[in-house]
Every structure is written in structure tokens, then in C-alpha cells.
């Protein structure tokens, strides 16, 4: 009995210190990549990604750098200017706009992954099975694909919002209704380029199954892309999101967001300093956070495709 | 090139039919349509009884195809003898109502007729001045590539496409209205000139900087191309090489992204109508759609509405379907022709 255990503890021990050997490997093949080198020296890439990892750093560690609670209100302290307490002020309830700011990050970003996710788990397959086939299913993907494409992105998903409810899963299934659709075409496309090479071919010439070639030929060599279009989804994701709530059909409170929380705040505009301050601090920092991301986006776009570089 | 068209004409109508499905199943997909009246109409008082006789009102007891049917052609016709009102039943969609708002107990058509222009004209204005600044701002950044104006107008081009449209338009009114007084303040009532050019410019903005980083990567990838090359060297001025031989194969690309963006754009106008408090379809739209969970939405504008953006960017779509094939004979020749 023991010594079963003990076995099956040294294959685990083995398994990840092979799975350790392997991610190292791929690390050290991707830092000897062109594409990594190239990004190495992109000043975008430096500035986008320093953002990036910022953002991603406060919305993980939320708790760590909020100062106060996001949710907690204390009327006797309304409206107070910048300070080192509250870096942003508070608002009109008397919250700290820095710990909302900080944990609004978090929920944008909760919804760019979700979204990334969904709808790569929906738009892979598809363009891999139009691309891939071809013929009468690919015309029909495709078609679907081009109408899908064409609508108006925003009012569907307010649509959506409108029947089903708000919340940050609702938003993200609103959204991916018509985001798959860039990412189907996408793989198709990268399907189709892949599918006439000569290692296909001579993957077919030995016998591999469609399941093999797909799994080990074609995905691997279509994800470089896929990677490009996932970071400019985020950007797109935040930006979409903050609109909607903004409207009031997003995501609703006590979830803290940036698009919520600045409809909130567009009252006090026309007030004396420091009140439109809540206006323009958290929407820098979301213009940054967006700029951020658009900007580490092209430079991995350009990374990738050798033919978009000057 | 007219059969190119007559195809994509064709195609338009099960298109058509799919939307108003899609469109149509909106309110079913709420669960109880009639309680959805009700609380739109802000009455608390539901009652089984109460329900029941909105659903019959409204003809929410029959079937789902026949009340699309009813919805879409107006037939079968109100049938008063099942309860059925013959003030709120829609005469059809073909027909052009859109069905009764039980919110503002006026015609959907009515109010949709008043809001559409205000949302064309705005829309167009925009893109309009997306077109403009953003084919300049492209031409010259890549005539003058790597220099300082190209940097200035990049980098101005990437804040373009990062700024969210509802944080533009209220620093615009910040700056401009309450600060410089420079345009009186945006009021449901007013939409004149003066109302216009702050929500245009900002709905702009980032479709004219999309639009000017697609003009400039273009007009690189064509300046590269062997043909400029043998109109340089035979010794052409610069200025017909750019005009005549650059632009208009740089243009290819940009004129399919230009139409695509229109779609865009109509999403843009929804959130700068609320922003600018300018009385178009989008403002209509979104206070229909009962925002900040509010449960009174007014479902028929909700449908009215969504139809008309959706077949606006339908026919956007094909406008640069057709543009393209006409400015590219390869697919006009190879398609159908």
C-alpha cells in the first residue's frame, strides 16, 4: 500500500519536473525568438507592457493597494480634494475613489478574460472547422461569420443586457455574441495558409489522423495571432464594458466600475474644483489602462508579422 | 458589376428575415410579456387577472409564429371577440408600424420618425469628419514617415482609438461648455449647430484615428510597390505619383474599413446621444431598454429601434461590399459580374 503510494508520488515528482524541463525549453526558445527579440527593443512594447503588468499587478492585488474600502461610505467626509489619504478624493457618498478606481480595475479585467475566454472557446473551433473542411461548411461559417461581423457590436449586447439582466457574466455573454466572429475568421484564415504547407502534407503522407494534425501542426503554428487578437480584446472588452455601464445596462453596484462609477460622477461636473476631478482621474487612469493595452498590442502584432515592421 | 449587385441585393432579404426574428424574440425571451407592460406602465397592482387580460390585450396568448406573423405583416388582424385590442395590436411591420409604446402612448413609428434624422444627421457629420481627418492625418503621416509629425500624428492616432466615447464627450463639455463657455449647455429641447459639433467631433475621434492608421499603413505597403517605383522613374513628379498612382490603390483597403466603421458609428451615437442629451434614436433606444435596472422598459421601441440599427448596418455592409468591387475589378470580374 505504501510503497504504491510512494510510486505513484515519484511519477508525480517526475511528471512535474518534466513539465518543469518543458516550460523552461519554451521560455528559452521564446527569449531566442526573433519575435521576442523584436519586442525587446520595441519601445510600445516596452511602454504597453509596463502598463499592462501594472494593471494586472493592482487588479490582482486590489486588496494590498486600495488605502480604504471601496464600498464603504462615510458622509462626514464628502467631497474632500486629493490628498496622500485619498489620492483621488472622495465622492459624493463619501468613499475613496482610488480604492474604487483600484478595484474597478479588477472587474475590467475579470470581463476582458471572460471574454477572451468565451469567445476564443467559441470562435476557435469554428474557424478551424470552416478553414479545415472547407466547401459547403466553411461558405456556411463564413456567412454567418460576415453577418455577424457587420452588426453593431454595442447595441446588441444592450440588447442582451436589456432581456437577461446586468452583471459582469451577462456583459461578458453579450459582448461575445458578436466578438467570436473575429476570432472564427481569424483561425480560418490561419487554417487555410497552414493547410497548404509542405509539413501538412507530408504529415498526411505518413498516415497522422485529422485530430493529430490539427491538435499538433496547426494549432501550434496558428497561435501567434491568436495571442495578438486576444491582448487587442482586452482593450476593446474594457472599453465596451465601461460604455455600457456607463448606460446603466453593464454592470451594476456594489461591483465597483469604472463606466458606473464615472455616470455616477458626471453630476458634480459643472460644481467648483475639486468636484470634476472625479471625472478626470479615474478616466485618465481608463484611457491609460486602455492605451496601455492597445499599444503592447500593436507591438506583438508587429512582433509577429514580420511584414509590418519599418 | 449590376449583377455583383442584383446578388447582394437578393441576399439582403433572408438576411432581413433573420434580423426580424432575432429582433422579434426579444420580448418573448423575457419570460411574461405582459407583466413587462405592466411594469413599464409603472402599475404595481399585478393580478393573475390583471396579466391575463394585457396578454389577451396584446395578443400575447397566442402562438410565438403567429404573433411574429402578426408583428411582421399584421396578419392575422385584432381579434376583439378573443379580448384582443385593436388600438395596440401593430398593423405590421411591413406595413410600417412598429407597434403602440404603452410608456408614451404614442406610435413606436411616430417617435422613431422624429428621433431618426436627428441620429443620421449626427451620424453623418461624424463621419464625415472621421473621413476628412483621418485620411489627412494618415497621407501625410506616411509621406513623412519617421519624422516628428509622423510620431505626433501616430501617437495622437492610438490615444484616438483608446479614449471611450462617454469619458471624450464629458471632458468635451467639461472644457468647452463649463470652463471656456465656448457652446451652450447640451438640453434635450436644443439641437442646433452649436449643440452639434461637440458630440460630432467626439463621435469622430476614433474612427478618424483608426481610419488614419489604416491610411498610413496602406499608403506605405503601396508607396513600397513596383509601379511607383516606375512612375518615379520615368520621371514623374512626386506630386502625380502621390495623387494619381498612390492614393488610389491606398484607397482600396480604407474604403471597405470606411463603411465597416458605420456600424460603429450608430453604436457611438447611442452613447453620445445620452451623453449630449441629444434627442436621436440612440437616447430613445437606451431609455427604452430601462437602464440602471430599472424594470420599466418599453419593449416595442426597444424592437423598433434594434431593427433600425441593425438594417442600417446591413445596408452599410453592402454599400462596402459594392465600393470595393467597384474600386477593385478583381472581385467585381471574379464574383458573379
Known amino acids: 500500500m505504501l510503497d504504491r503510494i510512494r510510486g505513484r508520488l515519484r511519477t508525480f515528482e517526475k511528471e512535474i519536473v518534466i513539465t518543469i524541463v518543458h516550460i523552461r525549453g519554451y521560455l528559452r526558445r521564446l527569449q531566442r525568438s526573433p519575435a521576442f527579440r523584436y519586442l525587446r527593443r520595441d519601445i510600445r512594447a516596452k511602454v504597453g507592457g509596463v502598463i499592462v503588468l501594472l494593471v494586472v499587478f493592482t487588479a490582482i492585488f486590489a486588496g494590498f493597494i486600495a488605502r480604504h474600502d471601496p464600498t464603504t461610505q462615510n458622509l462626514s467626509n464628502r467631497f474632500q480634494g486629493p490628498s496622500w489619504e485619498y489620492p483621488f478624493g472622495t465622492d459624493d457618498a463619501g468613499r475613496d475613489i482610488f480604492s474604487r478606481v483600484v478595484y474597478g480595475a479588477r472587474t475590467a479585467l475579470i470581463i476582458g478574460t471572460l471574454l477572451v475566454v468565451v469567445q476564443t472557446s467559441i470562435g476557435l473551433p469554428l474557424g478551424l472547422l470552416a478553414g479545415y473542411r472547407g466547401g459547403k461548411v466553411d461558405n456556411l461559417i463564413m456567412r454567418l461569420v460576415d453577418a455577424v461581423l457587420a452588426m453593431p457590436g454595442l447595441i446588441i449586447a444592450l440588447a442582451f443586457v436589456a432581456v437577461f439582466g446586468p452583471g459582469i457574466y451577462k456583459v461578458v455573454l453579450a459582448l461575445a455574441i458578436t466578438g467570436w466572429a473575429g476570432c472564427a475568421r481569424l483561425m480560418r484564415g490561419q487554417t487555410l495558409a497552414i493547410k497548404e504547407e509542405t509539413y501538412i502534407e507530408a504529415a498526411r503522407a505518413i498516415g497522422e489522423k485529422d485530430r493529430t494534425i490539427i491538435f499538433n501542426y496547426v494549432l501550434p503554428n496558428a497561435i501567434s495571432p491568436l495571442i495578438v487578437m486576444m491582448t487587442m480584446t482586452f482593450p476593446a472588452a474594457i472599453l465596451l464594458s465601461a460604455s455600457m455601464s456607463f448606460l446603466g445596462l453593464g454592470v451594476m453596484p456594489p461591483t465597483p466600475d469604472w463606466g458606473y462609477d464615472l455616470n455616477a460622477y458626471k453630476k458634480f461636473m459643472g460644481d467648483p474644483m475639486p468636484a470634476p476631478l472625479m471625472t478626470i482621474l479615474p478616466g485618465i487612469v481608463m484611457v491609460i489602462t486602455i492605451f496601455g493595452f492597445n499599444f503592447f498590442g500593436d507591438a506583438l502584432r508587429d512582433a509577429y508579422d514580420p511584414r509590418l515592421r519599418e | ?337
Open chain 2, 1 to 337: 458589376m449590376y449583377g455583383f449587385i442584383l446578388k447582394r441585393l437578393l441576399l439582403l432579404i433572408p438576411i432581413f428575415f433573420a434580423v426580424s426574428i432575432v429582433v422579434f424574440l426579444l420580448l418573448p425571451l423575457t419570460g411574461d410579456p405582459a407583466r413587462q407592460v405592466l411594469s413599464g406602465q409603472g402599475r404595481m397592482d399585478v393580478t393573475p387577472e390583471l396579466l391575463d387580460n394585457i396578454s389577451h390585450q396584446y395578443g400575447f396568448h397566442r402562438p410565438l409564429y403567429i404573433q411574429y406573423l402578426r408583428w411582421l405583416t399584421g396578419y392575422p388582424p385584432a381579434d376583439p371577440g378573443q379580448g384582443e385590442n385593436v388600438l395596440v395590436i401593430p398593423r405590421g411591420l411591413l406595413m410600417g408600424d412598429f407597434g403602440f409604446s404603452y410608456t408614451r402612448s404614442r406610435p413606436v413609428a411616430s417617435l422613431m420618425l422624429e428621433a431618426l434624422p436627428q441620429t443620421l444627421l449626427l451620424t453623418f457629420t461624424a463621419f464625415i469628419l472621421s473621413l476628412v481627418i483621418g485620411l489627412l492625418l494618415g497621407i501625410f503621416s506616411a509621406l513623412r514617415r519617421k519624422t516628428l509629425v509622423d510620431y505626433t500624428f501616430m501617437g495622437t492616432a492610438i490615444f484616438g482609438v483608446s479614449i471611450p466615447f462617454f469619458w471624450q464627450g464629458l471632458m468635451m463639455i467639461l472644457i468647452f461648455v463649463n470652463w471656456l463657455k465656448w457652446f451652450p449647455i447640451p438640453t434635450a429641447g436644443e439641437h442646433g449647430l452649436m449643440y452639434l459639433i461637440l458630440p460630432a467631433f467626439t463621435l469622430a475621434t476614433h474612427s478618424a484615428a483608426s481610419l488614419a492608421r489604416m491610411t498610413r499603413s496602406s499608403m506605405l505597403d503601396v508607396l513600397r510597390q513596383d509601379y511607383i517605383r516606375t512612375a518615379r522613374a520615368k520621371g514623374l513628379r512626386e506630386r502625380a505619383v502621390i495623387y494619381k498612382h498612390a492614393l488610389k490603390n491606398a484607397f482600396i483597403p480604407v474604403s471597405t474599413l470606411l463603411f465597416l466603421r458605420l456600424p460603429f458609428l450608430f453604436g457611438g451615437t447611442v452613447i453620445m446621444e445620452v451623453v449630449f442629451s441629444w434627442p436621436g434614436m440612440g437616447r430613445l433606444l437606451v431609455s427604452a431598454m430601462g437602464a440602471y435596472g430599472s424594470p420599466a422598459k418599453d419593449w416595442f421601441i426597444v424592437q423598433g429601434g434594434v431593427l433600425m440599427f441593425l438594417v442600417i448596418a446591413v445596408l452599410a455592409n453592402l454599400l462596402a461590399d459594392i465600393t470595393y468591387a467597384y474600386l477593385n475589378p478583381k472581385i467585381r470580374y471574379g464574383e458573379g459580374g
